[in-house]
T-cell receptor, first 114, second 109 residues
């Protein structure tokens, strides 16, 4: 089944403790992206990647890191999480960003930083 | 970056009614898409529609790129249509994507 898999689904952590949210897709998609969703603000892009070893900042990259060492994986790293990073996070992928094959989203990760 | 405005912000429909959701862009966009987020949080791609009209069952979408807007039509609404509808697009030649803040739809029996 074609899908984007995010883990974990839920995570509660403490301020400053490094964490990684994993994202993996099995569709051989070039484009992958991370979003955070907050009430009243919709989805905001954190980072995106057009292909292996090619990543760039979205609108809200501060406090986050990403890497794209393999085509299928695009982990989101919070080196020192803070309470303002409490949010619902989504990973998405598509075949060609320019052609908008249509995003496939992961199921989301609800992160709480205390 | 571009601004994306969606209207209305909230909508309550009786089951069986029709509705039109609108998305306005401040500048030209590429790869315009519509998404539905169900009450359990799952995001589903509905349409990729940079221009023209597409239909999928009871849903259809129209984008008029020259006038920087897109419309999503829901006909004969069902309770399963409830949730939040988002539009999003890439701006200019960049790969960044901007989402609207969504239209929250509630369909009541």
């Amino acid at each position: 089944e074609a899908q984007v898999t995010q883990n974990p689904r839920y995570l509660i952590t403490v301020t400053g403790k490094k964490l990684t949210v994993t994202c993996s897709q099995n569709m051989n998609h070039e484009y992958m992206s991370w979003y955070r969703q907050d009430p009243g603000l919709g989805l905001r892009q954190i980072y995106y990647s057009m292909n292996v070893e090619v990543t760039d900042k979205g609108d809200v990259p501060e406090g986050y890191k990403v890497s794209r060492k393999e085509k299928r994986n695009f982990p989101l790293i919070l080196e020192s999480p803070s309470p303002n990073q409490t949010s619902l996070y989504f990973c998405a992928s598509s075949l060609f960003w320019r052609e908008g094959d249509g995003y496939t989203f992961g199921s989301g990760t609800r992160l709480t930083v205390v | 970056g571009i601004q994306v405005e969606q209207s209305p912000p909230d909508l309550i429909l009786q089951e069986g009614a029709n509705s039109t959701l609108r998305c306005n862009f401040s500048d030209s966009v590429n790869n315009l898409q519509w998404f539905h987020q169900n009450p359990w949080g799952q995001l589903i791609n509905l349409f990729y529609i940079p221009s023209g009209t597409k239909q999928n069952g009871r849903l259809s979408a129209t984008t008029v790129a020259t006038e920087r807007y897109s419309l999503l039509y829901i006909s004969s609404s069902q309770t399963t249509d409830s949730g939040v509808y988002f539009c999003a697009g890439h701006s200019g030649g960049y790969q960044k994507v901007t989402f609207g803040i969504g239209t929250k739809l509630q369909v009541i029996p």
